[in-house]
């Protein structure tokens, strides 16, 4: 099993650029998850999908939008990259409830010029 | 969502013990307490869970008193390895089963 995989791992974009990550986990997961962590800092929550045609905003929502294409899949678009979007976006993965763990990937670091 | 607070940071030596507390004043009824592991340009990953008294596996030891208001994380004889920063997280039972939120962590760093 190759766990939640998310693509590209490295990306550059100009101010401006539209962009999509994407995220996939094989584990049959209901619960999708989107974080973004800064130099230094911890993960913050961006969006979720509690189960297959749900997302709901997190902590850090503004600037990004997500499509749970289906159980396995849930995308994080740009529609418009800022610098202050530079980080690493990770993406993670749970069966169910908060109380299971969660699984992650292994991480895209993004850079906006 | 129960906030949780933890020390930013700790220094250790190789072959201690080390214990790491977090705050959970306003724990629910249903939630349990997770912790988890994350080094340098890995995603985090799970070291122990538990709901109330000790709980142990190969790795960790976690420790709720009956109040639940706090937990401590215990690493037995910790290696340059287990340089890494440690995050509590609260939450599970019936209530807000989607949306899990981190905080800053604890940077521990083990020196030789």
């Known amino acids: 099993n190759a766990g939640v995989t998310q693509t590209p791992k490295f990306q550059v974009l100009k101010t401006g650029q539209s962009m999509t990550l994407q995220c996939a986990q094989d584990?049959?997961?209901?619960?999708m998850y989107w974080y973004r962590q800064d130099p230094g800092m911890g993960l913050r929550l961006i969006y979720y999908s509690a189960s297959e045609g749900t997302t709901d905003k997190g902590e850090v929502p503004n600037g990004y939008n997500v499509s749970r294409l289906n159980k396995r899949e849930f995308s994080l678009r740009l529609e418009s990259a800022a610098p202050s979007q530079t980080s690493v976006y990770f993406c993670?993965?749970?069966?169910?409830?908060?109380?299971?763990?969660?699984?992650f990937g292994s991480g895209t670091q993004l850079s906006v010029l | 969502l129960a906030k949780t607070t933890q020390p930013i940071s700790m220094d250790s030596y190789e072959g201690q013990e080390v214990n790491i507390t977090c705050s959970h004043n306003n724990i629910a009824t249903n939630d349990y307490i997770t912790w988890y592991q994350q080094f340098p340009s890995q995603g985090p990953r799970f070291i122990i869970q538990g709901y109330k008294t000790k709980v142990t596996n190969e790795v960790a030891s976690l420790f709720i008193p009956a109040d639940r208001k706090s937990s401590t994380l215990s690493l037995p004889r910790v290696s340059l390895s287990d340089t890494a920063v440690y995050y509590c997280l609260v939450g599970g039972g019936n209530t807000n089963a989607g949306k899990s939120t981190f905080g800053d962590g604890t940077t521990l760093t083990v020196k030789p």
């Open positions: 584990m049959n997961h209901n619960s």
């Open positions: 993670a993965s749970r069966l169910d409830r908060s109380n299971e763990k969660l699984f």
